[in-house]
């Protein structure tokens, strides 16, 4: 494909961990496609074949009408010649550069004014005029990260490669600096590919992501598709949907699946969901699960209410996690103030609400 | 004191250093980055100096260089001239003697260079020999000065191989340990304790000269 950034690679390593991914990701118009999965499936090592960090005997890869890596020929274009850039998870800056030298690093080939103009640009780009003269072990870690940005920028990339991007920072400044990143890597207008394995750097950095396990990508979609409807329990696992449990299909049409959890009954829309699976995975995400006290009587339009018992009751961050027994385990998350309105307490009868259309079903074939 | 022999073990000394800097560095660039299996070959090839004795050593490198050999022959065709006994062969075997002293240090040095920044370096467009005097070079540095200091110090010392390469020359091969030993054999300890007091003198001037530049430049440059 043309317009397409596309890799095939496959290696195995010493200790017996295999590769063999597949991914294809559009150029125009440019996105972010995260890959996203746990330490140790591959992710880093994807995007270091991307870059001409990591070679292999069995590996494709074209950038657009280019050939970067082609086995068959044996082709290899070197990292110097790719055009990309590609910012490691530590940053790796140069120790005995100063801020200014490490953004002029990358920029060959240009007239001391053009080299000049474009540092004091970036510089100002990143807010780092003032720091200019300063070696790296002199900056805070959010002011490292600007450096390297800035430094992977200086050469204007084609492709930009992110390792963990926000992986070196504390808390609060990686809270901080998430959003900034998104509003930079959609304002750049180069196809970016960002490793991570935090969930919520994933949700709010990409466009679409590619779920990494065991070295291989095992779903690629926009971020919704595969937050909400994993095609499998391990994906389900991977992108931490909180509730999975296996169920029995007790009857299917056109537009809902009724489905037994134990003693409970739920439906689901149907969408695409095979007519003649008799058994299935069910995910119900937390954050989609409602919470009534039942002894009030409500109408409301969620399909699904189930009578349960408040187990546990977790702390997490500004929300609550909550346990319920519904006849199997069924995870709540509410807001503090939410929780508070309820006066929800151990042992406490709630009745849960889902929506039949954030009740999603894997079938088993 | 004898000053030809202190000229001429300054000169064979820095020459020598010179040298294992032009070719120790890839070496040492290769042995700190090859993946090759068979590298430790080239590792025990590289230190077996340290523990050979400097006759031993000395011998195969005149019967290398000597007229039968072809290495021999070539230099002698091109220049006219003979290897051995000559201040040309003395430097061959000085380079190969104090080889460990220069490579060693070297290649500790550049392996403990972060192979991301070189990979930074390279995504960054730049080539090997650019990442190598740009980045490289100047995090390693410290290490790079000390294997120069030690091969310069090794090759001012050495004994052994100079008699058996280089003979007894004066202004040719006569090195200062040459000197020294001439003098004690003549039983002139007055002229061989100034020779050697100056010999340990000078020695201890360049380390301390280069700890005390170390030390200076970390504080200046923190390479981590």
């Known amino acids: 494909m043309a317009d397409a950034l596309t890799l095939r690679f496959r290696k195995t390593f010493p200790k ?40 292999s005997a069995n590996c494709v890869i074209h950038f657009g009408p280019e050939t970067w890596v082609d086995d068959k020929t044996g082709v290899f274009i070197p990292p110097q010649r790719r055009r990309i850039g590609f910012l490691f998870q530590d940053y790796a800056l140069f120790s005995h550069l100063t801020v200014a030298g490490n953004v002029r690093y990358g920029l060959i080939g240009l007239s001391a004014n053009e080299q000049r103009r474009r540092i004091s640009e970036l ?73 991570t394995h935090d969930r919520v750097e994933a949700l709010a950095l990409g466009d679409q992501v590619a779920i990494v396990n065991e070295g291989r990508i095992v779903q690629h979609a926009s971020i919704e598709e595969v937050f909400r409807r994993p095609l499998t329990p391990a994906i389900a696992k991977i992108v931490a949907i909180d509730t999975v449990q296996r169920v029995r299909v007790l009857q299917a049409d056109e537009e809902f699946v009724t489905i037994a959890v134990g003693e409970a009954r739920l439906i689901a829309a149907a969408r695409d969901f095979p007519s003649g699976a008799t058994e299935a995975f069910v995910c119900i995400r937390a954050e989609d699960v409602l919470l009534l006290k039942s002894v009030e009587t409500v109408s409301a339009s969620a399909r699904n209410r189930l009578p349960g018992i408040v187990k546990s009751l977790t702390h997490e961050g500004p929300m609550w996690r909550i346990e319920l027994d519904c006849g199997f385990t069924l995870t709540a998350l509410l807001t ?9 307490q151990e042992n406490d009868r709630v009745l849960a609400m889902i929506k039949a259309t954030n009740v999603h079903l894997i079938s088993r074939s | 004191m004898d000053w030809r022999a202190i000229e001429l073990s300054l000169r064979l000394s820095t020459l020598t250093t010179l040298v294992l800097l032009i070719l120790g560095l890839p070496l040492a660039s290769w042995l700190a980055f090859s993946r090759w299996r068979w590298k430790f070959f080239v590792e025990a090839v590289v230190a077996l100096p340290i523990i050979l004795p400097p006759t031993v050593m000395g011998f195969y490198v005149l019967i290398a260089i000597g007229p039968h050999s072809p290495i021999g022959q070539a230099y002698a065709a091109i220049t006219g001239r003979g290897l051995p006994f000559s201040f040309q062969g003395l430097l061959v075997a000085s380079v190969l003697y104090s080889l460990p002293f220069a490579v060693q240090p070297f290649t500790a040095a550049i392996s403990t260079v972060d192979k991301r920044l070189i990979e930074a370096s390279w995504c960054l467009g730049r080539g090997w020999l650019a990442t190598f005097f740009r980045v490289t070079l100047p995090l390693a540095w410290p290490g790079v000065l000390a294997g120069v200091v030690l091969s310069f110090a090794h090759t ?69």
């Not at chain 1, 294809?24 to 140790?40: D, E, M, R, Y």
């Not at chain 1, 503090?336 to 929800?344: F, M, N, V, W, Y």
Request: aromatic share 6%; charged share 15%.
């Open chain 2, 156 to 224: 001012l010392g050495e004994f052994g191989v100079v008699l058996m390469i280089g003979g007894n020359l004066s202004g040719i091969t006569r090195t200062i340990s040459i000197s020294i030993f001439d003098q004690v054999q003549a039983l002139d300890y007055g002229a061989a304790n100034q020779t050697s007091l100056a010999l340990v003198l000078f020695s201890f001037l360049v380390l301390a000269i280069t700890y005390g530049l170390q030390r200076r430049g970390i504080a200046l440059w923190p390479t981590r």
């Open chain 1, 16 to 55: 017996g961990a295999l590769i063999d991914a597949e991914l294809q990701v559009g150029l125009n118009p440019p996105i972010v496609t995260v890959l996203f999965g746990p330490s140790g499936s591959g992710k880093t090592t994807i995007l270091r074949a991307l870059a001409g960090l990591e070679c």
């Open chain 1, 336 to 344: 503090r103030q939410a929780c508070e309105e309820l006066a929800l």
């Open chain 1, 123 to 195: 510089l100002e780009r990143f807010q780092l005029q003032d720091l200019s003269s300063r070696y790296p072990d002199q900056l805070s870690g959010g002011q490292r990260q600007r450096v390297a940005l800035a430094r992977t920028l200086a050469p204007q990339p084609r492709l930009l490669l992110l390792d963990e991007p926000l992986s070196a920072l504390d808390g609060p400044t990686r809270e901080a600096l998430r959003g900034e990143l998104r509003h930079l890597l959609s304002s750049l207008g180069i196809p970016v590919l960002l490793v």
